[in-house]
C-alpha cells in the first residue's frame, strides 16, 4: 500500500455519492411509474398531477409558462412576420384590381374566378404568377411554398391545386385576398 493512502477518506467521499445516486434512482423510478409512455407504468396508477387529462382544456398542449409553450409561440410569430412579408411581396409585384388575368397574366381562367371573388367583397385584388414569385421571394426565403400554404389556410392568398411546383406551375395566378 502507498503512503498516505487513507481508506476511510476514500469512503467518506464516495458515501455521499452513492446516497445521492441512490436518491435519484429512486426519484426516477417514481416518475417513470407515472409516464404513460414508460414500460415501468403502473396499470391503474392515478394520473400525473397538474397534467390536463384528455377532453381537458390545456390537453396536448405546452405546460403554460414552459419552455416548450415559448418555443410555440415564438415559431408561431415567426412564421406570422413571414405571412406578413410574403403578402407584403405580392403587393409589390403583383397587380391589381381588373389588371388581373385579363390584362396578359396568361392565366388558366381560375385566377379570374378568384380575383373576381374577391374583387365582389368590397376590397381590390392584387395577383401574381407563382414563376413571378419563386424568382422575386427565392432572394427573401428558401420556403415559398410552404408559406403560401400556410397564408392559403389563413384565408389570405388563392390558387388552384393543392401543391405548387416551381416550373410545371409557374403559370398559376395567386391572388392576394386583402
Same mark, same amino acid.
Given at each position: 500500500?502507498?503512503?498516505?493512502?487513507?481508506?476511510?477518506?476514500?469512503?467518506? @467521499?464516495?458515501?455521499?455519492?452513492?446516497?445521492?445516486?441512490?436518491?435519484?434512482?429512486?426519484?426516477?423510478?417514481?416518475?417513470?411509474?407515472?409516464?404513460?409512455?414508460?414500460?415501468?407504468?403502473?396499470?391503474?396508477?392515478?394520473?400525473?398531477?397538474?397534467?390536463?387529462?384528455?377532453?381537458?382544456?390545456?390537453?396536448?398542449?405546452?405546460?403554460?409558462?414552459?419552455?416548450?409553450?415559448?418555443?410555440?409561440?415564438?415559431?408561431?410569430?415567426?412564421?406570422?412576420?413571414?405571412?406578413?412579408?410574403?403578402?407584403?411581396?405580392?403587393?409589390?409585384?403583383?397587380?391589381?384590381?381588373?389588371?388581373?388575368?385579363?390584362? +396578359?397574366?396568361?392565366? @388558366?381562367?381560375?385566377?379570374?374566378?378568384?380575383?373576381?371573388?374577391?374583387?365582389?367583397?368590397?376590397?381590390?385584388?392584387?395577383?401574381?404568377?407563382?414563376?413571378?414569385?419563386?424568382?422575386?421571394?427565392?432572394?427573401?426565403?428558401?420556403?415559398?411554398?410552404?408559406?403560401?400554404?400556410?397564408?392559403?389556410?389563413? +384565408?389570405?392568398?388563392?390558387?388552384?391545386?393543392?401543391?405548387?411546383?416551381?416550373?410545371?406551375?409557374?403559370?398559376?395566378?395567386?391572388?392576394?385576398?386583402?
Amino acid at each position: 500500500m502507498k503512503e498516505g493512502y487513507d481508506r476511510v477518506t476514500c469512503r467518506g @467521499t464516495v458515501g455521499p455519492l452513492t446516497e445521492n445516486w441512490q436518491q435519484w434512482s429512486s426519484d426516477h423510478q417514481a416518475s417513470q411509474k407515472q409516464n404513460p409512455f414508460s414500460q415501468q407504468q403502473v396499470c391503474g396508477a392515478p394520473p400525473p398531477t397538474g397534467l390536463p387529462q384528455r377532453g381537458q382544456r390545456g390537453y396536448g398542449r405546452p405546460l403554460e409558462g414552459s419552455m416548450t409553450e415559448r418555443r410555440g409561440r415564438d415559431a408561431h410569430t415567426h412564421v406570422g412576420r413571414e405571412v406578413e412579408e410574403l403578402c407584403a411581396a405580392i403587393r409589390a409585384i403583383g397587380r391589381r384590381g381588373g389588371e388581373g388575368a385579363d390584362a +396578359g397574366l396568361g392565366g @388558366t381562367g381560375a385566377g379570374d374566378r378568384a380575383g373576381g371573388a374577391a374583387a365582389g367583397q368590397g376590397t381590390e385584388s392584387v395577383t401574381v404568377e407563382f414563376g413571378r414569385l419563386f424568382e422575386h421571394y427565392v432572394t427573401i426565403s428558401n420556403k415559398l411554398v410552404g408559406v403560401l400554404l400556410r397564408a392559403r389556410r389563413q +384565408g389570405l392568398v388563392h390558387f388552384d391545386g393543392e401543391m405548387l411546383w416551381q416550373g410545371q406551375d409557374d403559370r398559376v395566378v395567386i391572388t392576394l385576398r386583402q
